[in-house]
C-alpha cells in the first residue's frame, strides 16, 4: 500500500503561481510514474501532468502546457507540480497518483494510488 499526501494548495490572485508537492511513502517510489489530476465543482476529474519514473519524460494537458511544470526528486519521495500563472479556471482539488509501471499516463483509471487532494482557488 502506497500513501501519498498532497499539499501547497491556497487561495492566490490571479497570476499567482503556487507550488505543490505530493510525498510518497513507497519505498520503491522511484519506480512509479506519477501524475497530477484535477477536479473542479461540477466537472469530471481531469488529467495534469504526469512524469515517468526517471523524470525524463514529462507530458501535460493542453489547458496547462507552458504554465506548469511536474518534477520529481526520488531521493524525497516527492514529485511537484509547479504552476505559474494561474487562472480562474485553474481553480479544482488537485490529486496526485501514482502506477506501479514505471511509464506516464494520461487515464486516471491506471493508476493505482491516489492522495486526498489539495484545494487550489485562484480569484480574478
Known amino acids: 500500500q502506497v500513501q501519498l499526501v498532497e499539499s501547497g494548495g491556497g487561495l492566490v490572485q490571479a497570476g499567482d503561481s503556487l507550488r505543490l508537492s505530493c510525498a510518497a511513502s513507497?519505498?520503491?517510489?522511484?519506480?512509479?510514474?506519477m501524475g497530477w489530476f484535477r477536479q473542479a465543482p461540477g466537472k469530471e476529474r481531469e488529467f495534469v501532468a504526469t512524469?515517468?519514473?526517471?523524470?525524463?519524460?514529462?507530458y501535460y494537458a493542453d489547458s496547462v502546457k507552458g504554465r506548469f511544470t511536474i518534477s520529481r526528486d526520488n531521493g524525497k519521495n516527492t514529485v511537484y507540480l509547479q504552476m505559474n500563472s494561474l487562472n480562474s479556471e485553474d481553480t479544482a482539488v488537485y490529486y496526485c497518483a501514482g502506477r506501479w509501471s514505471g511509464r506516464p499516463d494520461y487515464y486516471g483509471s491506471n493508476y493505482d494510488w491516489w492522495g486526498q487532494g489539495t484545494q487550489v482557488t485562484v480569484s480574478s
Open positions: 513507497g519505498r520503491t517510489f522511484s519506480s512509479y510514474a
Open positions: 512524469i515517468n519514473w526517471k523524470g525524463s519524460s514529462t
